[in-house]
Antibody
Framework: QVQLVESGGGVVQPGGSLRLSCAAS????????LHWVRRAPGKGLEWVAV????????YYAASVKGRFTISRDNSKNTLYLQLSSLRAEDTAVYYC???????????????WGQGTLVTVSS | QTVVTQEPSFSVSPGGTVTLTCGLS?????????PSWYQQTPGQAPRTLIY???SRSSGVPDRFSGSILGNKAALTITGAQADDESTYYC??????????FGGGTKLTVL
């Protein structure tokens, strides 16, 4: 079955950087787009970024564009999110999610990992 | 900037039917927004209920259904149960690769 396991979360100072990873198994990793979604304490879900199956297309929420970078290594079945210039409001649980795909077209998140907590604090 | 709107809270009696909606601050939701619905309880990862408007995710009971009602996407729960008490989120495709979640609806079953 589809499994997604996030790692790399922790406590980081404002202005700092962190790289999150998402190890995938149970499906053909290189055939699916992948999303990052976060949930800040006391807030709702926020879509962060998506990357196409081959990494050629990447899209970001306005709140993170220019600070976060999504990438993938299809040889390692791993998705990444590089977080830079971190702010207190980036504190959240970060989830990776596999998209629902029909043929070459992928859509919204469908299968979810358990998340990893990022805390931005001095 | 267009905002995705959901009712902040809703209440339903056990065994009752409730319809949660997902709209836009400007404009109408259609199937071209590929609405999806998720359930999240505290401390848990989101669970996908419905994707691309009305496709039910594997293992989701058929008392959960998705549709377009008027100018909004809708999630209908028939025969509500106590463990349906949760927060429900919709997400819409806004074009140019961008997805936006609604603020969520906290459903109480009592």
């Amino acid at each position: 079955q589809v499994q997604l396991v996030e790692s790399g979360g922790g406590v980081v100072q404002p202005g700092g950087s962190l790289r999150l990873s998402c190890a995938a198994s149970g499906f053909t990793f290189s055939s699916y787009a992948l999303h990052w979604v976060r949930r800040a304490p006391g807030k709702g879900l926020e879509w962060v970024a998506v990357i196409s199956y081959d990494g050629s297309n990447k899209y970001y929420a306005a709140s993170v564009k220019g600070r976060f970078t999504i990438s993938r290594d299809n040889s390692k079945n791993t998705l990444y999110l590089q977080l830079s210039s971190l702010r207190a409001e980036d504190t959240a649980v970060y989830y990776c999610a596999r998209a629902y795909c029909s043929g070459p077209t992928c859509y919204s998140p469908q299968h979810w990992g358990q998340g990893t907590l990022v805390t931005v604090s001095s | 900037q267009t905002v995705v709107t959901q009712e902040p809270s809703f209440s339903v009696s056990p065994g009752g039917t409730v319809t949660l909606t997902c709209g836009l601050s400007s404009g109408s939701v259609s199937t071209s927004y590929y609405p999806s619905w998720y359930q999240q309880t505290p401390g848990q990862a989101p669970r996908t209920l419905i994707y691309i408007t009305n496709s039910r995710s594997s293992g989701v009971p058929d008392r959960f259904s998705g549709s377009i009602l008027g100018n909004k996407a809708a999630l209908t729960i028939t025969g509500a149960q106590a463990d349906d008490e949760s927060t429900y989120y919709c997400v819409l495709y806004m074009g140019s690769g961008i997805w936006v979640f609604g603020g969520g609806t906290k459903l109480t079953v009592l």
